[in-house]
């Protein structure tokens, strides 16, 4: 099936398919499944972040560093 064929059968452009096949993560979740749906796969959209090892790479670079607690000095005891 050609880019244009699937971009008309997804209700989208035909760059949004390009963007889509190229990994743009602009694209819609909604326009994903669409395309999914015509490609016959609909059914395997539960599979599509099964194992996300950039999204998990990602997500934990977000956490940042684990914090020490703070050392109590002679001053808080008293």
């Known amino acids: 099936m050609s880019a244009a064929e ?3 059968r997804v209700l989208v452009s035909r760059p949004t398919i ?6 743009d993560l602009s694209v819609s979740l909604a326009v ?5 749906d015509v490609l016959g796969l609909g059914s395997d959209l ?3 972040g099964a ?8 997500a ?3 956490l940042g ?3 020490r607690p703070r050392s109590r000095g002679l001053a808080d005891e008293l």
Do not use: C, K, T
């Open 51 to 58: 194992r996300d090892e950039a999204g998990e790479v990602i």
């Open 60 to 62: 934990d670079s977000r």
């Open 65 to 67: 560093r684990p914090r």
């Open 6 to 8: 699937a971009a008309a």
């Open 46 to 48: 539960d599979q599509v």
């Open 32 to 36: 994903l499944a669409r395309y999914l």
């Open 18 to 23: 390009s963007r889509l096949e190229s990994g």
